[in-house]
């Protein structure tokens, strides 16, 4: 069940309202599980809506120098950047889509390179 966020949490990570998101799960246009008058939904679930290009993050403007770029088989550029709050600030194709805890990371790289239909992927790692 650690793989099970809140609508409060779903609403920070894509940068909506906690109203949106409970909207969204009323209506199925996102999945969640309903325990008594609480919804709970997959990391899982917040990763597909993102690789669907569904929801861009309004919190995100531009894109700073990345940490890491992934490029995939399918055509996409999966960019990771650190962001100021200690989070990392997830693009593709250049569009900012959403904002990740660093420990979220392998699990986001997974889910897009499973996305893509391949196991292969080409990494380019930014440092000093």
């Known amino acids: 069940m650690n793989n099970m966020i809140s ?8 940068g909506l309202s906690v109203r949106t998101i409970q909207s969204w ?3 199925g246009k996102l999945n969640g599980i309903k325990l008594g008058s609480v919804w709970r939904i997959q990391l899982d679930e917040i990763n ?3 690789l669907s ?5 309004p919190k995100l403007s531009r894109i700073p120098e990345p940490l890491l770029s ?8 999966v960019t990771f950047v650190e962001s100021a709050e200690g989070l990392l600030l997830v693009a593709v194709n250049g569009k900012p ?4 805890k660093p420990n979220e990371l392998p ?5 897009i390179v499973k996305s893509s239909g391949s196991t292969q ?4 790692l930014f440092g000093e």
């Open 7 to 14: 609508p409060d949490q779903a609403a920070k990570l894509l």
């Open 25 to 27: 799960l009323r209506l």
């Open 70 to 77: 992934l490029q995939l088989i399918d055509g996409r550029s």
């Open 53 to 57: 290009g569904g929801v861009p993050s």
């Open 48 to 50: 597909r809506l993102l």
């Open 107 to 111: 699990a986001m790289i997974r889910a």
């Open 121 to 124: 992927v080409s990494a380019l």
């Open 97 to 100: 889509k959403a904002t990740i």
